[in-house]
């Protein structure tokens, strides 16, 4: 197993022993990823959390030279889902388009940053 940190990461996973993704087999996994700035601090703006919720994930992907093409599979986690659905839907249609991974979108009571508002895990193909 190699494990993927961006260098903006590595704190957390010193700290935390966090990896945020693992090469396992023919498959990039990927932790769950927030909506943070490299600090760990977040916007308010919902709209401006899932956006760089994403933009981390390309980056993350970007390690291993993928992108949102070769994703298979995402799961979401969101504090008040029925709530936010139609602005996440839109910002993820930013970044990702057809094929469409599957999908699992999932409601929860709280994330582990107070004031998070999702947490997006994803699975890629290695070309």
């Known amino acids: 197993m190699k494990v993927v940190i961006p260098a903006w990461m590595k ?9 945020p993704a693992v090469i396992d087999g ?7 990823m927030m909506g943070v ?4 601090s977040l916007p308010e703006d919902l709209t401006e959390q899932f956006t760089l919720a994403f933009e981390n994930l390309r980056g993350l992907l ?18 008040g889902l ?4 139609d602005r996440f839907v ?4 930013a970044f990702v388009s057809a094929p469409y991974p599957a999908w699992t979108a999932v409601g929860i009571s709280e994330l582990a940053i107070p004031g998070a508002a999702v ?3 994803i699975t890629a193909r290695l070309s």
Not at 37 to 40: E, N, Y
Not at 62 to 79: I, K, N, P, R
């Open 11 to 19: 704190p957390m996973y010193d700290s935390h022993h966090y990896a």
């Open 37 to 40: 700035r490299p600090d760990l």
């Open 119 to 121: 947490e997006i895990q």
């Open 62 to 79: 970007a390690e291993v030279e993928l992108t949102f093409a070769d994703v298979v599979e995402m799961t979401t986690y969101h504090v």
């Open 26 to 32: 023919d498959l990039l996994r990927c932790s769950g």
């Open 90 to 93: 839109a910002v993820k249609n």
């Open 82 to 85: 029925s709530e936010q659905i």
